[in-house]
């Protein structure tokens, strides 16, 4: 089980791994808390007036696409997105969204959706979101809180029969070493790098508090991931920076897609190439 804060963050964030183990056989659900309703259109193609007035449909109808595309089951939460706030002061975040629903109204859904898939790993984002979206912050409490009380019986009462998943992961697509990888790698090829502005925000930035423990190869599936993304038309921008590395350059400098083993109620041995390890060793997938 994937949760995710918006339409399209399944295909940015485990979209190759959740691809290749959909290849192997086994059942991934992707949960997705919010519509995305209040999220900027970013691909100038789809900045038309018809487009904004309905968003929340076009991304239903474009995460619908993407589901089928990566061969995953897909379910709503039903929250409303928070929007991303921005200036100096930051503007409140508006009544009713997600970021500020209680916890154990978020989390609700959550743990019914647990109990009722019942996954035996569960991917989400660090307690920073992997970016400050406070969707993406709420995301992350959601998952930690419905791993820890899925399988107690005592909580949640009314959303099904107990469930304990087994492992938890935290993504860490985004990481200095594979974006310096692929940067080099551009340049070994003799081609314009897109990474370099990012390498520079980096530089400042602080250690990562969360080592990555766990790669997954899943290089071939990376034009599965590709093809999820463009589902998301008015997310991504064919042109963009999604795009500007080729496949098989980011096959040769960095095959896998990377996660953090935040929470393992099995044994296993780090580092990992296999969110399943331990697990298989358990239970028959």
Known sequence: MAVHAHPDDESSKGAATMARY?????????????????GDILNPAMDRPEIKADIGKVREQEMARAREILGVEQSWLGFVDSGFPEGDPLPPLPEGCFALEPLDVASEPLVRAVREFRPHVMLTYDEKGGYPHPDHVKCHEVSVEAFEAAGDPERYPGTGDPWQPLKLYYHMTFSKERMTALHEAMERASLESPYTEWLQRLEDAPAPKWEVTTRVPCGDHFETRDKALLAHAT??????FWFQCPLDVQREAWPTEDYHLARSLV?????????????????SL
Not at 27 to 32: A, I, K, P, R, S
């Open 267 to 283: 044994d296993t041995e780090l580092p990992e190439d296999d969110l399943f390890a331990g697990i298989r060793e358990k239970v």
């Open 22 to 38: 959909v290849a192997e056989g086994v059942e991934v659900l992707v949960v997705t808390c919010t519509g995305g309703e209040r």
């Open 235 to 240: 997310q991504i921008d064919p042109e963009g």
